[in-house]
C-alpha cells in the first residue's frame, strides 16, 4: 500500500519557520518529481512548490518564492519543504503529492491532476 504521510505542521507566528516533511512508503519515488499543495477551506487547492526526480529542477510559486524551499532526500524516500518567514496567508493545509509518470517534470507539474499520489495533509497555522 503506497502511503504518503506528511509532518511538521503546527502553529507558529508570523515571520516564523517551520519545515515540512514527507515520508512515502509503499514503493519508492526516487524517479517521480514530487510536490507540495496547499489549500484553505471554501478555496481550491494551490500549488506551492516541485521538485523533479533528481532535484535537478524545482518549481516555486511566485507567492512563496524566497520564503518556501523545497528538497528531496531519495535515499529517504521523502520530500521536504522549508517555510520561513510565515505569514498569516501561507495558513493552510499542506499536502504532499507524486507525480505518477517516472522522470517527468513537464508544463503539468504545476496542476494537481498531474499527481497521482496524496498524502492526508498537515495544518500550518500562522498567527498574526
Known amino acids: 500500500q503506497v502511503q504518503l504521510v506528511e509532518s511538521g505542521g503546527g502553529l507558529v507566528q508570523t515571520g516564523g519557520s517551520l519545515r515540512l516533511s514527507c515520508a512515502a512508503s509503499?514503493?519508492?519515488?526516487?524517479?517521480?518529481?514530487m510536490g507540495w499543495f496547499r489549500q484553505v477551506p471554501g478555496k481550491e487547492r494551490e500549488f506551492v512548490a516541485a521538485?523533479?526526480?533528481?532535484?535537478?529542477?524545482?518549481y516555486t510559486a511566485d507567492s512563496v518564492k524566497g520564503r518556501f524551499t523545497i528538497s528531496r532526500d531519495n535515499a529517504k524516500n521523502t520530500v521536504y519543504l522549508q517555510m520561513n518567514s510565515l505569514k498569516p496567508e501561507d495558513t493552510a493545509v499542506y499536502y504532499c503529492?507524486?507525480?505518477?509518470?517516472?522522470?517527468?517534470?513537464?508544463?503539468?507539474?504545476?496542476?494537481?491532476?498531474?499527481?497521482?499520489?496524496w498524502g492526508q495533509g498537515t495544518q500550518v497555522t500562522v498567527s498574526s
Open positions: 503529492a507524486a507525480v505518477g509518470r517516472t522522470y517527468y517534470s513537464g508544463a503539468s507539474i504545476y496542476t494537481e491532476d498531474e499527481y497521482d499520489y
Open positions: 509503499g514503493r519508492t519515488f526516487s524517479r517521480n518529481a
Open positions: 521538485i523533479s526526480w533528481r532535484g535537478g529542477s524545482i
